[in-house]
């Protein structure tokens, strides 16, 4: 994965002042949140990035589908 140097902000900055890491990413579809010096998390713009090219629909059904695999055995106990 390349990292492009403007999208990059510590772990430190990104606590302070989230408001900066949303405008770097609404301008270039994602920031980058650096810890220890190494990429760390990624923070994309849903609506922009070139990563996730989605319609609100798949990506209902991407969300739909992880709470569903996560709490599974809730959801078996429920259904008895």
Do not use: C, H, W
């Not at 996730?52 to 106990?77: G, H, N, Y």
């Amino acid at each position: 994965m390349n990292i492009d140097t403007n999208t990059i902000v510590s772990v430190t900055e990104a606590n302070q002042n989230f408001s900066r890491v949303t405008r770097i990413a609404e301008k270039n579809g994602q920031a980058v949140i650096f810890k220890n010096n190494r990429p760390k998390y990624l923070v994309i713009d849903m609506d922009n990035s070139p990563i996730i090219d989605l319609t609100d629909d798949e990506k209902i059904d991407i969300v739909a589908a992880r709470v569903l695999k996560r709490f599974k055995p809730a959801f078996l106990e429920l259904a008895k």
